[in-house]
């Protein structure tokens, strides 16, 4: 059904640097208000009196999830700008034909650990437009971001601040490298999982963590689930923090386990406290790995902490299996009985198999490995592929893929590599969640409609973050001032390809994915040099 829509307001023509300024986005909404109004010919008109636009997507579906717009249209592009969407033909320096097409708002990705430029061309050819790295987040956060502007991305990035870095470097007097390697060697040392830290290791850990506010970061990553001993007081703190400064957390949840003590749902009730508690918004990260075979209970509880107002926020990946190192306190004590009777066999390296001795090998000698680790199996199990959709499609909930470094015999991949070598290894959604999610949710099992889905993808994130980082209100929307962030696919053969084993196979289906108004994918293939992603942080008020 055609939902509002219109064609170039002659005043978006702001100077480029009140754009960048993030002035913009407040001058959009007055003016789509006021363009609505405006007549569908007359809009139409004026877009040919435009003349040029500097990229037109030609005759595709254009669904915008936001305003229900669902019709054959033209988008035009100028300055890395939506400046019309048409249903007459648009005149631009260069044309895609989008015919037979759906063209949608770029993909945002609310959780993406492989922050090197492979895994961002990986992440491109799977739709994704906007990559964030808000669970483990980083920190300095400032060299982070400075590190990938010098390296130049396809898609836009961002972070959040680690708050687990933060405590990290104070327990162990390890400096933070804005790397998540840092991570990895963190896993060799043994005194930041289960340790309390005092009030006023507390205080310097709340302080690391607002300097990485003050440097733009985009929330509070809080990894909880790697240190699960930590005081409730210092997740309490940490959470007031987020309170006060107006921005999200993003948790993998303390426990991990489908019995109690120290479950799962206990976990899940602990961020619904401090939803309640501080009045933070609490942003839980991936939700099927997380709540596993409890998804029914957990449900019950998410939504009735939403139904009471409480600012909780959710994101699901379409995969039975997790990723994670080796090392990682998940894996200890009575972690068989805690998974709901998993084994050593559950966990894979590059694909084989752990037995216990082996398991236990890596877990002394290389504690920071990625391996794979399978909570449910839905390939095998009717009920696990249902616990799995009831994770996935939670209401409200955004689609996040989690996706993570790839590497080659154990050593990451980073710089300009592609295409990845053979051997190249990471968890499948590193390539193919967003693609996987359209072939099997939307298009195969049809679980949700077209436009619910790409609302997952699109608006729901980005919806997220809108409340404390105002450029995202310009993500996430296919409309006229938007940012040209899109994408354009086959929706009959759009489709993940990368298996547990082989990982290693780029989404197909995705014939453009254009950021900030440049094609990094053109007729599905990467454009190597194209680099036009952009940094996405919270504007910060300077003193
Ligand atoms: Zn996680």
Same mark, same amino acid.
């Given at each position: 059904?055609?939902g509002?829509?219109?064609?170039?307001?002659?005043?978006l023509?702001?100077?480029?640097?009140?754009?960048?300024?993030?002035?913009?986005w407040?001058?959009?909404?007055?003016?789509?208000?006021?363009?609505?109004?405006?007549?569908?010919?007359?809009?139409?008109?004026?877009?040919?009196?435009?003349?040029?636009?500097?990229?037109?997507?030609?005759?595709?579906?254009?669904?915008?999830?936001?305003?229900?717009?669902?019709?054959?249209?033209?988008?035009?592009?100028?300055?890395?700008?939506?400046?019309?969407?048409?249903?007459?033909?648009?005149r631009?320096?260069?044309?895609?034909?989008?015919?037979?097409?759906?063209?949608?708002?770029?993909?945002?990705d609310?959780?993406?650990?492989?922050?090197?430029?492979?895994?961002?061309?990986?992440q491109?050819?799977?739709?994704?437009?906007?990559?964030?790295?808000l669970?483990?987040?980083?920190?300095?956060?400032?060299?982070?971001?400075?590190?990938?502007?010098?390296?130049?991305?396809?898609?836009?990035?961002?972070?959040?601040?680690?708050?687990?870095?933060?405590?990290?470097?104070?327990k162990?007097?390890?400096?933070?490298?804005?790397?998540?390697?840092?991570f990895?060697?963190?896993?060799?040392?043994?005194?930041?999982?289960?340790?309390?830290?005092?009030?006023?290791?507390?205080?310097?850990?709340?302080?690391?963590?607002?300097?990485?506010?003050?440097?733009?970061?985009?929330?509070?990553?809080?990894?909880?689930?790697?240190?699960?001993?930590?005081?409730?007081?210092?997740?309490?703190?940490?959470?007031?923090?987020?309170?006060r400064?107006?921005?999200?957390?993003?948790?993998?949840?303390?426990?991990?386990?489908?019995?109690?003590?120290?479950?799962s749902?206990?976990?899940?009730?602990?961020?619904?406290?401090?939803?309640?508690?501080?009045?933070?918004?609490?942003?839980?990260?991936?939700?099927?790995?997380?709540?596993?075979?409890?998804?029914?209970?957990?449900?019950?509880?998410?939504?009735?902490?939403?139904?009471?107002?409480?600012?909780?926020?959710?994101?699901?990946?379409?995969?039975?299996?997790?990723?994670?190192?080796?090392?990682?306190?998940?894996?200890?004590?009575?972690?068989?009985?805690?998974?709901?009777?998993?084994?050593?066999?559950?966990?894979?390296?590059?694909?084989?198999?752990?037995?216990?001795?082996?398991?236990?090998?890596?877990?002394?000698?290389?504690?920071?490995?990625?391996i794979?680790?399978?909570?449910?199996?839905?390939?095998?199990?009717?009920?696990?592929?249902?616990?799995?959709?009831?994770?996935?499609?939670?209401?409200?909930?955004?689609?996040?893929?989690?996706?993570?470094?790839?590497?080659?015999?154990?050593?990451?991949?980073?710089?300009?590599?592609?295409?990845?070598?053979?051997?190249?290894?990471?968890?499948?959604?590193?390539?193919?969640t967003? =693609?996987?999610?359209? +072939? /099997?949710? #939307?298009?195969? *099992?049809?679980?949700?409609?077209? $436009?619910?889905?790409? &609302?997952?993808?699109?608006?729901?994130?980005?919806?997220?973050l809108?409340?404390?980082?105002?450029?995202?209100?310009?993500?996430g929307?296919?409309?006229?001032?938007?940012?040209?962030?899109?994408?354009?696919?086959?929706?009959?053969?759009?489709?993940?390809?990368g298996?547990?084993?082989?990982?290693?196979q780029?989404?197909?289906?995705?014939?453009?994915?254009?950021?900030?108004? =440049?094609?990094?994918? +053109? /007729?599905? #293939?990467?454009? *190597?040099?194209?680099?036009?992603? $952009?940094?996405?942080? &919270?504007?910060?008020?300077?003193?």
């Amino acid at each position: 059904m055609p939902g509002p829509e219109v064609s170039t307001p002659r005043t978006l023509s702001a100077p480029s640097a009140a754009r960048a300024a993030g002035a913009a986005w407040i001058l959009m909404g007055s003016l789509v208000a006021a363009s609505v109004v405006e007549a569908q010919s007359s809009a139409d008109a004026r877009a040919a009196e435009q003349g040029l636009f500097d990229l037109v997507v030609a005759n595709g579906r254009v669904i915008d999830p936001e305003t229900g717009l669902d019709g054959m249209r033209s988008v035009g592009i100028r300055d890395g700008r939506i400046e019309a969407i048409s249903r007459t033909p648009l005149r631009g320096r260069t044309v895609l034909d989008a015919s037979g097409l759906v063209v949608a708002p770029g993909l945002i990705d609310l959780h993406a650990h492989g922050q090197d430029l492979p895994a961002a061309r990986m992440q491109a050819l799977d739709g994704v437009t906007t990559a964030l790295e808000l669970e483990a987040g980083t920190l300095p956060v400032a060299a982070a971001y400075e590190r990938i502007a010098r390296e130049g991305r396809p898609i836009n990035y961002g972070f959040s601040a680690s708050w687990l870095f933060a405590r990290i470097a104070e327990k162990e007097e390890m400096e933070p490298t804005g790397s998540v390697t840092f991570f990895q060697e963190a896993q060799r040392r043994k005194g930041w999982q289960y340790t309390l830290a005092s009030p006023e290791e507390t205080a310097r850990i709340i302080a690391r963590v607002e300097r990485g506010l003050q440097e733009g970061a985009l929330g509070i990553g809080v990894l909880a689930g790697y240190a699960p001993g930590y005081g409730r007081k210092e997740a309490f703190a940490v959470a007031q923090l987020a309170a006060r400064v107006r921005v999200p957390t993003f948790t993998h949840v303390r426990y991990n386990s489908v019995i109690e003590p120290q479950s799962s749902f206990e976990a899940i009730a602990e961020i619904v406290s401090l939803a309640a508690a501080t009045g933070a918004h609490m942003h839980i990260n991936h939700l099927n790995s997380s709540s596993m075979r409890d998804i029914p209970r957990i449900a019950e509880l998410l939504r009735g902490a939403q139904g009471r107002g409480l600012r909780i926020t959710t994101e699901a990946y379409p995969y039975g299996a997790g990723s994670t190192v080796v090392g990682a306190e998940l894996f200890r004590g009575n972690w068989r009985e805690r998974l709901g009777g998993a084994t050593a066999g559950d966990i894979e390296l590059a694909g084989v198999p752990f037995n216990d001795s082996t398991l236990a090998e890596a877990q002394a000698k290389t504690p920071g490995a990625w391996i794979i680790a399978h909570y449910l199996r839905p390939d095998r199990s009717a009920a696990d592929q249902d616990y799995l959709d009831q994770s996935v499609l939670f209401p409200g909930g955004a689609i996040a893929s989690d996706a993570m470094p790839w590497t080659s015999k154990g050593t990451p991949i980073t710089g300009d590599v592609w295409p990845l070598p053979d051997d190249a290894f990471a968890h499948p959604r590193s390539a193919g969640t967003f =693609t996987r999610f359209l +072939r /099997d949710y #939307v298009r195969e *099992r049809r679980k949700v409609t077209l $436009r619910e889905g790409l &609302r997952r993808m699109t608006l729901i994130p980005a919806q997220i973050l809108e409340g404390s980082v105002p450029p995202m209100k310009r993500k996430g929307r296919l409309q006229v001032g938007t940012d040209a962030d899109l994408i354009a696919f086959d929706l009959a053969t759009v489709s993940d390809r990368g298996t547990y084993t082989q990982p290693n196979q780029t989404a197909v289906g995705m014939r453009y994915v254009i950021v900030n108004g =440049t094609a990094v994918i +053109r /007729d599905g #293939v990467l454009a *190597r040099d194209a680099l036009p992603g $952009r940094a996405i942080r &919270r504007p910060v008020a300077t003193r």
